[in-house]
């Protein structure tokens, strides 16, 4: 069919084609008859073409302004109506198509700090404006104040539209819906032509109402008035949809796709209906122009994911998806497809991180719940799992997902058999995999590997390319010390899925219980060169890096590194704020943690971690902001009530740090940390007896536990009650029995100069613990205080007897020995760093113990690298001193020596310090 062009059109092609061009006043006049056709098009030609040739002709740039606005160009518009205003042009005709422009682009405040109070002194230039004010307050979340400015705006034009769909609005908002309805009836009887009134009067009977009949009904009356209202063509169609009604909504699509073929809502429908069919790559040549052209469009976003979702394009669908959630948070099905997408590729720790907003508000749905319960199993937390599943099962006792959940309550419950039963009834009949996880976690928690392998095979059959069976069986194996047999399956769930990151981390966990951290290296690395933007597998690096002793910079690079590959992730930056944290860099800490902030405003992680690093930095001014900001984020949470306390205790404010830790055991009434803290305060202000009730307390609510039994212990000792704090402690080995209250008594009775109770007490512990490798760890610390070097060697090697890689028994041992001048230093020195690589105390030794066999250079490389890593520990640095005199360097020891002079009384080796700096002379 040939298309023709508008009247107007062929009037501006042949006015800009004569002799000499058109003048600007016929432009204008060109214009101003193309928008009375509606040809907005053919005017936007005609006023930029009369601008050109007159840059201040003020009405163009008004009528250019309101064009672009129009026509959907808010930020254009703008700028042409700012223009406009600078030619002195009547406010009451700039001041309201300028506060909708920038209305539109997002400049709420900046409408009310300009215009609050402005009065234009023409009735329906001030509706206009007050109408715009109203909507701004409304996004700033400040309703009276836009009930006033509906009011004024009423008030300065009577029937103003916008205002009274705008008060409709508000009606309903204060569940007035017959009011707003009746409002919105007395427009439409007025100017049934009004097809926005209309469609929101549809909103009302869809969603207050739910009169699905009366809403489709208002929905054709807004199509009526106005084919292109394609706000009342989505709805009616979404209506169509959710009533089951696939061939109407499809039959509406093709009339609209004939007769508005080239608008982006017609295309936006026909991809939806296209998905819905299960055509998803009809859908996805759909989505992907749009896209381009309306790339921040939320549910165009939603709906890209879900296309490249179920056409199994995991990283797209993430890309899409977590935009998509990031503009619209709590987006319902890109939420769900995007938890799901994370959990497919092994990402559980962000699925739940997605999740949490709606599992803290206390909302949580089954959908939400069952998708919580799948990434703790994931995370091989399975009491976090059968806790998820369970409340899903009250919530929805008919999905098939959600009795698998009951089926696991009967097995918390004691009635395994039963429970049992039912999984594997559900796992053999569902085609989901919910029973099938919940099958394995359980048969887990029993013990039972073998069974776990069968569950883990039928899960298998029915995802035969999926990765995760192979990786479950691989983590099972590996629980059963079978490690060829997890390394196969690992290996088959990469061959599966190449870019399968757990498998690959689980890979390179092998490598290094293997003792191969190069070829766990090279695995990482490997990753990088395949995926150069993989951030977990730089995390991963720099926390290999820093096990086998890398330099603190390359380290630190290498979480940068990771940080500016995903700067919209939040993992690599917490990563990072606690590295330098762990670190003691408390500079570059709170560097990070405000960078990451500034970029992640809303992700409540980054904001608790800003608040310690501002805790580190001793700002507890603005610390105690930022726990404040993290309270009102994270409502149902005790970090940032816990947060504030600290600082309030920096600002020796001790009375609001109470109230803060009272709130928080207020919100969680068993909060040992907080309950810790609150009596630590009663102790310090002299408060024992309210100390003394409150540990008690702990002791009711944890009489198993020995955390009540020790604070009570405490705090008889610092009301100087020895006697009252050992009988408690008794008490506490008897009711709490373990290493903790052990040693804690042990060093009580001696610290109290009971030695004799002490040694029987140890003899009689030791008997009856055999395995008890943590006391007999404190007995060794107790003879290297007394420099009894054998009997503390003794000690340590009962421990290695039991814990043969313990690598601080090696690491002592090695010590002993060359106190004692004994040989095998070395050797024991260097299997306790392999082991446990980069530990500063074990290369210490380790540099210790090679120059005692003559390997001096060694010594010193290793020794400088050390306190390189770790500047702040004195000992480190004597003992380079120590290696710099040896090796004949006295200008290199005399350096060091003198920094630790400095230290004074906040080193307590001066006296050595001393000497040494004479030998350094």
């Known amino acids: 069919m040939i298309r023709t062009r508008t009247v107007a059109a062929i009037t501006v092609a042949a006015l800009l084609a004569a002799c000499g061009g058109p003048s600007e006043e016929e432009l204008l006049a060109s214009a101003q008859q193309a928008l009375a056709q509606h040809d907005s098009k053919s005017a936007t030609i005609s006023l930029k073409a009369a601008l050109q040739k007159n840059p201040d002709l003020a009405e163009a740039r008004l009528l250019l302004g309101t064009t672009l606005l129009a026509s959907g160009d808010a930020a254009g518009a703008s700028v042409e109506l700012r223009k406009a205003a600078q030619l002195k042009l009547p406010e009451a005709r700039v001041v309201p198509p300028l506060a909708r422009s920038l209305l539109a682009t997002g400049e709420e405040r900046r409408i009310v700090q300009t215009w609050a109070t402005t ?235 997605l999740l949490e907003p709606e599992l803290d508000g206390g909302k949580a749905g089954a959908e939400t719940l069952l998708l919580a319960g799948q990434a703790h199993l994931q995370n091989g937390d399975l009491r976090q799992a059968d806790a998820a599943f369970a409340q899903a099962a009250k919530l929805a006792p008919d999905d098939p997902r959600a009795r698998t959940a009951l089926a696991l309550g009967k097995i918390g419950r004691g009635d395994s058999g039963a429970g049992l039963g039912e999984l594997e009834a ?75 990151f757990p498998a690959i981390a689980s890979l390179a966990a092998l490598d290094l219980a293997d003792d191969k951290p190069q070829q766990a290296r090279q695995r990482f690395e490997a990753e990088l060169a395949r995926d150069p933007k993989n951030y977990r597998a730089m995390l991963a690096l720099a926390e290999l890096l820093e096990r086998s002793g890398a330099s603190a910079d390359q380290v630190g690079a290498q979480y ?55 805790l580190a930095n001793q700002d507890y001014q603005q610390a105690l902001t930022s726990f404040q900001k993290l309270a009102s984020a994270q409502p149902r949470s005790p970090a940032g009530l816990l947060g504030q306390a600290d600082a309030y205790l920096g600002l020796k404010d001790g009375a609001a740090a109470e109230r803060s830790l009272k709130a928080a055991i207020q919100l969680v009434p068993r909060l040992l940390p907080a309950q810790r803290a609150l009596a630590g305060l009663y102790a310090r202000d002299g408060r024992y007896g309210d100390a003394i009730t409150l540990a008690r307390e702990i002791q009711k609510q944890r009489p198993a536990e020995a955390a009540g039994y020790l604070l009570e212990a405490e705090v008889e000792f610092a009301r100087r009650k020895p006697d009252a704090a050992l009988a408690v402690l008794r008490s506490a080995v008897q009711k709490a029995p373990g290493p903790e209250t052990a040693i804690r008594l042990h060093g009580a009775l001696r610290d109290a100069g009971h030695g004799d109770e002490a040694e029987r007490f140890a003899a009689g512990w030791q008997k009856q613990h055999a395995d008890d490798s943590a006391f007999r760890f404190h007995l060794g610390d107790i003879a290297v205080a007394a420099k009894d070097w054998p009997g503390a060697e003794s000690r340590y090697r009962e421990v290695l007897a039991r814990q043969p890689n313990n690598p601080l028994a090696l690491n002592n041992i090695a010590w002993l020995l060359l106190q004692q001048h004994k040989s095998g230093a070395l050797a024991m020195s260097e299997k306790a760093n392999t082991i446990a690589p980069g530990q500063p105390a074990l290369r210490d030794t380790l540099a210790l113990a090679a120059a005692a066999e003559g390997q001096l250079p060694r010594a010193l490389e290793l020794q400088k690298e050390t306190v390189q890593r770790a500047p702040d520990a004195p000992g480190l640095r004597l003992t380079l001193a120590k290696l710099m005199l040896q090796s004949g360097d006295k200008a290199g020891a005399r350096s060091e020596l003198d920094k630790l002079a400095k230290l004074g009384s906040g080193f307590a080796e001066q006296a050595e310090v001393a000497e040494l700096l004479k030998k350094a002379s």
């Open 119 to 353: 009065r234009l002194g023409d009735a329906a230039a001030d509706a206009d404006l007050s109408t715009t004010l109203a909507l701004a307050y409304l996004r700033l979340d400040q309703p009276a104040k836009a009930q006033e400015a509906v009011a004024a705006a009423l008030q300065a034009q009577a029937g103003f539209v916008p205002a009274q769909l705008l008060k409709a609005r508000l009606l309903a908002a204060q569940q007035d819906l017959d009011g707003a309805i009746a409002l919105l009836d007395a427009v439409t009887a007025q100017d049934a032509g009004r097809a926005d009134a209309w469609v929101l009067k549809g909103q009302l009977l869809q969603h207050g109402r739910h009169d699905r009949d009366a809403a489709l009904a208002a929905y054709r009356r807004a199509i009526e008035a106005d084919p292109k209202q394609m706000a009342a063509h989505q709805a009616l169609v979404g209506l169509l949809l959710a009533a089951g009604d696939l061939p109407a909504a499809q039959a509406h699509v093709e009339q609209l796709s004939k007769t508005l073929p080239d608008l982006a809502g017609t295309r936006l429908l026909q991809a939806q209906i296209a998905y819905l069919r299960g055509d998803f790559e009809g859908a996805r040549r759909l989505t992907q122009p749009l896209l381009q052209a309306t790339p921040n469009n939320a549910v165009l976003l939603q709906l890209a994911g879900a296309t490249e979702y179920q056409l199994r394009a995991l990283p797209q669908a993430e890309t899409l998806l977590a935009q998509a959630v990031k503009l619209a948070p709590g987006l319902p099905l890109a939420t769900r497809l995007l938890a799901e997408t994370y959990l497919r590729t092994g990402q559980a720790d962000k699925a739940l991180a």
């Open 560 to 614: 940068a590194a990771a940080v500016k590959a995903a700067p919209a992730q939040a993992q690599p930056r917490l990563r990072l704020i606690e590295y330098h944290l762990a670190r003691r860099d408390a500079r570059a800490a709170l560097a990070a943690a405000r960078e990451a902030v500034a970029e992640l405003p809303t992700n409540r992680e980054l904001l608790n971690a800003l608040g310690r690093a501002e």
């Open 426 to 500: 559900l796992a053999a009949r569902d085609t989901g995999i919910t029973a099938d996880m919940a099958l394995i976690a359980s048969q887990l928690r029993r013990g039972e590997r073998a069974k776990a392998l069968k569950a883990i095979a039928a899960l298998e059959a029915k995802r035969p390319q999926d990765a995760l069976p192979s990786l479950m069986r691989g983590r099972v194996l590996l629980a059963g010390s079978d490690r060829p047999g997890a390394r196969a399956a690992f290996e088959h769930a990469l061959a599966l899925d190449a870019a399968y």
